[in-house]
Nanobody
Framework: VQLVESGGGSVQAGGSLRLSCAAS????????MGWFRQSPGNVREGVAA???????LYADFVKGRFTISRDNAKNMLYLQMNSLKPEDTAMYYC??????????????????WGQGTQVTVSS
């Protein structure tokens, strides 16, 4: 399974970005998937997750600003990020293949990870 993220970049505070994740040899609609982020010196943290029926879960620090979605026909996962803040600056990772019980999960027990895409928000 290969996951490839894109869409990162540099924006000013208050701006928006949409991250995309393309999967090969895996169908997003069949399991759990999510977005995580990691900044230097910090642990990787869950941002948003979705299960196979479309139930979503968001970290408190992105609720109301970020939206996770998927396109089953294109086998793509997305993260729409609005009202970005400098503290959102991090490497963002797409993940799938949760190893535990089914559901939208924000703990990092996923089997497959992309290489990440950098998001930088300036004040």
């Amino acid at each position: 399974v290969q996951l490839v993220e894109s869409g990162g970049g540099s924006v000013q505070a208050g701006g928006s970005l949409r991250l995309s994740c393309a999967a090969s040899e895996y169908t997003f609609s069949s399991g759990s998937m999510g977005w995580f982020r990691q900044s230097p010196g910090n642990v990787r943290e869950g941002v948003a997750a979705m299960d196979y029926v479309g139930t979503t879960l968001y970290a408190d620090f992105v609720k109301g600003r970020f939206t996770i979605s998927r396109d089953n026909a294109k086998n793509m996962l997305y993260l729409q990020m609005n009202s970005l803040k400098p503290e959102d600056t991090a490497m963002y990772y797409c993940t799938t293949g949760f190893r535990g019980a089914p559901g939208a999960r924000l703990d990092p027990a996923y089997a497959y990870w992309g290489q990440g895409t950098q998001v930088t928000v300036s004040s």
